[in-house]
């Protein structure tokens, strides 16, 4: 008897796989087509984000399957690795949605500006966004190196030599030195890429983030 109703358990199980619906191949997903949207998708997420109500999008297994077949982010981040300031959740952000590279302090390189044209013409991305941040650590070691002139070490050095320009440029700048560095390094990002004829593709932009408030605000 129990070997009949393990038989019967299991031919049940079979068929209602079989008869189950097969997963969905494509999930609708509306996605930015222009670098306005997609800007304002990106503050309209950052805005649920600081208020406590993130929607946590676009993170079920449906999404997930659909996303195995390809990705259509609308949007390229060039962070920093804080870890206080993670693109996806700052954003409310989800699987697919943003390409982002982080570097300590945004500083760039080689590999950086080869991911962002990656997304500009392989990926069709209309929008970069530079995401600087207050009380960030790289601008802090950078005023510090240059308040004590100690060599830095190893290769901290290139960092300090990308963001240094910027700490320059700000120090007369009555108010607080590393919030008016961070600015401008940030601008500074911005500029480089928005010069740069592999990026004209897209609309490229630089914000600012507060730790406090956990808002994010365009730079001018």
Do not use: K
Not at 119 to 131: A, K, Y
């Amino acid at each position: 008897m129990a070997s009949n109703r393990r038989t019967f358990l299991a031919a049940t199980a079979v068929g209602a796989l079989a008869a189950a619906p097969p997963p969905t191949a494509t999930v609708p997903r509306p996605c930015p087509a222009t670098a306005r949207a997609a800007l304002d998708q990106l503050l309209a997420g950052n805005r649920r984000f600081a208020a406590g109500r993130p929607l946590h999008p676009h993170e079920s297994g449906g999404i997930r399957r659909a996303l195995a077949a390809g990705q259509q982010p609308f949007a390229v981040i060039v962070g920093c690795i804080d870890s206080r300031v993670p693109p996806e959740l700052v954003f409310d952000q989800g699987l697919g949605d943003l390409l982002c590279t982080r570097t300590a302090g945004e500083v760039l390189d080689e590999a950086v500006l080869g991911s962002i044209q990656y997304g500009v013409e392989e990926l069709r991305i209309p929008l970069v966004l530079v995401l600087g941040h207050e009380r960030c650590g790289a601008i802090a070691a950078t005023l510090d190196h240059l308040r004590s002139g100690v060599p830095v070490p190893g290769h901290l050095e290139l960092l300090v030599a990308e963001i240094a320009p910027a700490v320059h440029r700000t120090r007369a700048v009555p108010g607080d030195w590393a919030e008016h560095a961070m600015r401008a390094h940030t601008a500074w990002v911005r500029d480089v890429i928005r010069a740069d004829p592999a990026f004209t593709a897209a609309h490229v932009d630089a914000a600012r983030f507060d730790l406090d408030t956990g808002l994010v605000n365009l730079l001018p």
